[in-house]
């Protein structure tokens, strides 16, 4: 009975191995003692563990305030960037809107017959200018008239050139008694 209560030092402390043969040299302890050593380490890892919780919850608080803090910097920033972002869309905006002004009035009074493709032509000029005011839009709008002539209107017309003057048509009668004389050759009175 006396190997009942003794438990080598290496081998497993489980309550089932208690008539475990000593080798020789090795130490032995009482099995009560065992026990006790068993209960010590399990509450140490209790407590260990229960530490390791509670440092996780305090380090998951203090990151909620940091962030709590840094979000409304961050908040502020981001709604910086947003206005700003609104204000250069709103200056882009004007500008463009300013240059379409500046193109009409340097192209109303030129006779160019396809406006549209004119304004498409003179923006794609004036894409490399960084100051763009009147007159350079005037130097770009002849610059397109003298490569592009065939965006004038011309005075003659010229079926090959495509662009044709209008006539007033008498063709197309009034009234009725129009078309009767037209009809009848003049004959009606």
Do not use: C, H
Not at 12 to 20: A, E, K, Y
Not at 78 to 88: M, S
Not at 105 to 129: N, P
Not at 147 to 158: R, V
């Amino acid at each position: 009975m006396a190997d009942d209560k003794k438990v080598e030092a290496d081998a497993s402390t489980d309550d089932t191995d208690l008539d475990v043969e000593e080798p020789e040299g090795s130490k032995t302890y009482d099995a009560e003692y065992v026990r006790k050593l068993k209960a010590e380490a399990k509450s140490y890892r209790q407590d260990k563990a229960q530490l390791k919780k509670e440092f996780e919850e305090t380090k998951k608080k203090l990151e909620a305030l940091e962030s709590e803090k840094l979000t409304d910097a961050e908040k502020k920033e981001k709604r910086i960037t947003e206005l700003e972002k609104i204000l250069a869309d709103k200056d882009s905006a004007i500008k463009n809107k300013e240059i379409e002004a500046l193109i009409t009035e340097a192209i109303s009074d030129k006779g160019i017959v396809d406006k549209d493709v004119a304004k498409l032509l003179i923006r794609a000029e004036l894409d490399g200018e960084e100051d763009i005011n009147s007159k350079a839009v005037e130097r770009v709008v002849e610059k397109i008239i003298k490569e592009k002539p065939y965006l004038i209107a011309s005075g003659s017309a010229n079926p090959s050139s495509g662009n044709f003057a209008k006539k007033d048509n008498n063709a197309a009668p009034k009234d009725g008694v129009e078309v009767l004389k037209k009809f009848v050759g003049g004959y009606v009175k």
